[in-house]
């Protein structure tokens, strides 16, 4: 069974530019994360769909960043501009719905800004 | 609201020997537990979680933990630990009821010494 699917893997940006992740969660999973990974620090929750509706965006600054799930099956997130605070790595996840199911995390898009 | 608090920013252990890796939780309700590990440069992997039942769950990779409702504990441990086993661990702690995501902790190293 494939796992979730990101792109791309890595990126270098220059502050105020703009920078788009893919992410393809597994299949018949209804529900996809997106985290946001800082160096040193535990993953934290930036947005939570579930098919295509946003279960919670509380945590996701969205004065620059923003995210969709058009179809209920792959997601974007994008941030722009970029602050220099913004470089960490971006985790995709996907569950079954339900409290009890595992959430399945991708490798994870990189992004450093400078 | 829900957290996870991991005491130990890095736990060193000798080849061979038992290792545990603590984790406390603070939630309003039943919680779901789960443990995740990291490899150098790779997204996060399932290694096992607590739902309900037996509060000693086993995993993958010879991996355990124990839920200690009392002390809102749901420690990982081995007893046998491998250089392999060196990586970053994280508990993570979702509410019983609704659709919240996982909250993670700030990780614990693993160092295992040949």
């Known amino acids: 069974e494939a796992g979730v699917a990101q792109s791309p893997r890595y990126k270098i940006i220059e502050k105020r530019q703009s920078v788009a992740f893919w992410c393809n969660p597994i299949?018949?999973?209804?529900?996809l994360y997106w985290y946001q990974q800082i160096l040193g620090q535990g993953p934290k929750l930036l947005i939570q769909?579930?098919?295509?509706?946003?279960?919670?965006d509380s945590q996701l600054p969205k004065d620059r960043f923003s995210a969709e799930r058009l179809k209920g099956v792959d997601s974007t997130l994008k941030i722009q501009p970029a602050k220099l605070e913004d470089s960490a790595v971006y985790l995709c996840?996907?569950?079954?719905?339900?409290?009890?199911?595992?959430?399945?995390f991708g490798e994870g898009s990189w992004l450093t800004v400078v | 609201a829900q957290s996870v608090a991991q005491p130990e920013d890095q736990v060193n252990v000798a080849e061979g020997n038992p290792l545990t890796v603590k984790c406390t939780y603070s939630?309003?309700?039943?919680?779901?537990l789960f443990w995740y590990v990291q490899y150098p440069n790779r997204g996060l992997q399932f290694l096992l979680k607590?739902?309900?039942?037996?509060?000693l769950v086993k995993g993958s990779y010879g991996f355990e933990a124990e839920f200690n409702k009392s002390q809102t504990s749901f420690h990982l441990k081995k007893p046998s630990a491998l250089v392999s086993d060196s990586a970053l661990y994280f508990c993570a702690v979702r509410l019983y009821t609704g659709r919240r995501a996982l909250t993670f902790g700030s990780g614990t190293r693993l160092q295992v010494q040949p």
């Open positions: 939630v309003s309700g039943n919680p779901y």
């Open positions: 299949s018949g999973h209804a529900t």
């Open positions: 769909f579930q098919n295509n509706g946003v279960v919670d």
């Open positions: 607590y739902i309900t039942g037996d509060n």
């Open positions: 996840a996907s569950s079954l719905e339900g409290g009890e199911s595992a959430i399945y």
